[in-house]
């Protein structure tokens, strides 16, 4: 197990409550938990720094808790530029939908290594990924090793619908599920949750199936929901009422739900949403370039709701950087019209460690830094320019678009200086290039 020592650092110990980096400071992780951290001297006794393993200078960057990405689609990190321009529906139809279901569990594990590697020289140390393509079960385990290649904690959200394509009995499901949390229930950096990545494909028993399950097991579940104004017409006209209201009457909005969009919301579904508790995952750089409207981000935080941030897949502009997303979520709020007080860079950044699914990791249920408190940071780089020290120096803020160092998960180095311990960056492009020209002729033969 690495012991590694950071010195010479500025330290952000509770990014969820206040943003000011100390003015000093040194972290030291072992057992891959935090075992030692100073946020008043930079340099450590010189007994501990002799006993660690790994002694990295911090050179006056900021430390923080490692980020926790709340939505992504993996495998379209091998889709960028597929259909761009298109809204949501011909989008999908342009071959996304197509591509994700004729991917091999080879195919998958090559893309999520990829997309991984993204998140985390942004900064990320664990990630939820939301499972679009359901039946292939190859395809979870493949997401899996791609985590455990590179040392990364993850949220595994197995999809399910039992319609359209791709479709299959909600028992297989849970079946699967129950499969995957047995191999990798002495994981501790995997946990599995459910995703349902269309209700509308979701038939009415197969809903209740799948409620009884989730909340009989206890685990998370994922719904993109309320993403476009298609969607709220459709369910009108089928269950005359809107999706939150449909997806609540299947008791599926619990404060185990997480809420992926939520673009098209009524007064009443914010109020809902904040009655059961239920979070909300907001995607702007996705629902910007999809076209699907903006979700009230200050309504739902001031009626109380848990909000996090998540890039989504191909769609989402610069689809890996969630400080990129932080920024997209700030804009978002000011063009909103409702939004009086719109949400500013700064709040907007401490979106990025507020997913509750992601708290399970914390003996304290909060993703701060404390002496036995899970040892994922994330050295950025001290911030060099004039207006980088006027905006970034007081403020740890997106605004200031720091840049990553080091990247450390469970006490192990998952990258530093850009260099990926667990990873053969050659090895995987070549990978990754072959993939792509099958997916490319895939797409031609559609
Ligand atoms: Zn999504």
Same mark, same amino acid.
């Given at each position: 197990m690495d012991s590694i020592l950071i010195e010479n650092i500025r330290i %952000?110990? +509770?990014?969820?409550?206040n943003l000011e980096p100390s003015k000093a400071g040194y972290i030291c992780l072992e057992n891959g938990l935090i075992s030692n951290i100073s946020m008043e001297a930079n340099h450590a006794p010189k007994s501990l720094k002799q006993s660690v393993k790994v002694n990295i200078d911090g050179e006056g960057g900021v430390v923080l808790p490692g980020i926790h @990405?709340? /939505? %992504?689609?993996?495998? =379209?990190v091998l889709m960028e530029?597929?259909?761009?321009? $298109?809204n949501l529906s011909e989008w999908l139809s342009g071959g996304i939908r197509h591509l994700t279901n004729s991917m091999t569990g080879d195919d998958m594990f090559f893309a999520t290594l990829c997309a991984f590697a993204r998140y985390v020289s942004e900064g990320v140390t664990s990630i939820a990924i939301h499972q679009?393509?359901? %039946? +292939?079960?190859a395809l979870c385990d493949a997401v899996i090793a791609a985590a455990k290649t590179l040392g990364i904690r993850i949220f595994l959200f197995r999809g399910w619908r039992d =319609?359209?394509?791709?479709g299959e009995q909600a028992e297989c499901a849970i079946k699967d599920i129950e499969r995957i949390r047995k191999v990798y229930? +002495? +994981? %501790?950096?995997v946990k599995v949750g459910l995703a349902?990545?269309? /209700?509308?494909?979701?038939?009415p028993p197969g809903l209740r199936t799948i409620s009884d399950a989730v909340n009989n097991l206890k685990i998370p579940i994922q719904i993109h929901v309320s993403e476009t104004a298609d969607e709220l017409k459709q369910c009108r006209n089928d269950y005359e009422m809107t999706p939150i209201f449909k997806m609540d009457k299947f @008791? $599926?909005?619990? @404060?185990n739900t997480e809420l992926i /969009?939520?673009?098209?919301?009524?007064e009443e579904d914010i109020d809902l949403i904040a009655m059961r508790d239920a979070s909300v995952i907001h995607c702007p750089g996705s629902n910007f370039s999809l076209r699907c409207g903006i979700a009230p981000v200050r309504q739902l935080i001031n009626k109380g709701v848990n909000v996090s941030l998540g890039t989504d897949g191909?769609?989402?502009?610069?689809?890996?950087s969630m400080l990129m997303e932080a920024v997209y979520a700030s804009i978002a709020s000011r063009m909103?019209? =409702?939004?009086?007080n719109p949400v500013l860079v700064t709040e907007a950044t401490q $979106?990025?460690?507020?997913t509750r699914a992601r708290h399970i990791w914390s003996p304290n249920g909060k993703m701060n830094l404390f002496v036995?408190?899970?040892?994922d940071v994330t050295l950025f780089k001290k911030m060099e320019s004039a207006f980088r020290h006027t905006i970034g120096g007081k403020v740890f803020s997106a605004a200031s678009f720091p840049q990553v160092k080091t990247v450390i998960c469970q006490g192990k180095l998952v990258m530093n200086d850009g260099l990926f311990?667990? $990873?053969?960056i050659n090895d995987l492009a070549d990978n990754l290039t072959s993939v792509r020209k099958k997916l490319m002729k895939e797409l031609e033969r559609e």
């Open positions: %952000v110990d +509770n990014p969820e409550s @990405n709340a /939505h %992504v689609h993996t495998e =379209q530029g597929i259909g761009d321009g $298109l679009k393509n359901c %039946v +292939n079960s =319609q359209g394509t791709s229930e +002495n +994981n %501790v950096d349902i990545p269309s /209700h509308w494909n979701c038939s @008791n $599926l909005i619990t @404060n /969009h939520c673009t098209c919301l009524t191909a769609a989402g502009w610069r689809s890996s909103l019209a =409702q939004e009086k $979106l990025a460690w507020t036995g408190s899970p040892g311990t667990g $990873l053969d």
